[in-house]
């Protein structure tokens, strides 16, 4: 199992995860359209042209699913119940069509569980970033954990 136990994250640990993605304009229009999100922003170029940005951005709720899944193998696979919460979800730069996503992560502090003694509380940093090392999606979020099995 590859995912790490409750007792094995360090506060302060850093993760660059092996996973990377270029993100495709099928990929924006698909999950656009299967969340029923018609906002021009994702699906009508020829809006976007008129707009800042010149182009349609990649779906934000997309981007933050892709960094959140590219953690999974290294930290959480197998190992965990699920997320509690988010405190942080945020998009400082657009992300575009034809952009390589990556993703990086810290141990930002964990507890024990005050109502299960079979886990305990992670809190995470998740960024992901592009080709230009510019942070696209930054996610604070509490996961909650399994211990390591113990032989009784």
């Known amino acids: 199992m590859p995912g790490l136990w409750y007792e094995e994250f360090e506060i302060g640990k850093e993760y660059k995860h092996a996973w990377s993605r270029t993100v495709t304009e099928y990929d924006n229009v698909l999950f656009t359209s299967i969340t029923m999100n018609p906002a021009p922003i994702h699906l009508d170029a020829e809006y976007m042209k008129t707009q800042p940005h010149g182009q349609r951005l ?56 005050k109502s299960r003694t079979d886990s305990g509380i992670v809190y995470f940093e998740h960024r992901g970033l592009n080709q230009r090392d510019e942070v696209v999606h930054i996610a604070h979020r509490a996961g909650l954990m399994l211990k390591r099995p113990t032989d009784d």
């Open 58 to 113: 990649m779906n934000s709720l997309y981007t933050a699913g892709l960094v959140g899944g590219m953690i999974v193998y290294d930290l959480t696979m197998g190992t965990t119940l699920g997320n509690l919460g988010y405190t942080k979800f945020d998009f400082p730069n657009p992300v575009f069509h034809g952009d390589t996503i990556r993703a990086e992560s810290t141990i930002l502090d964990k507890r024990e569980s």
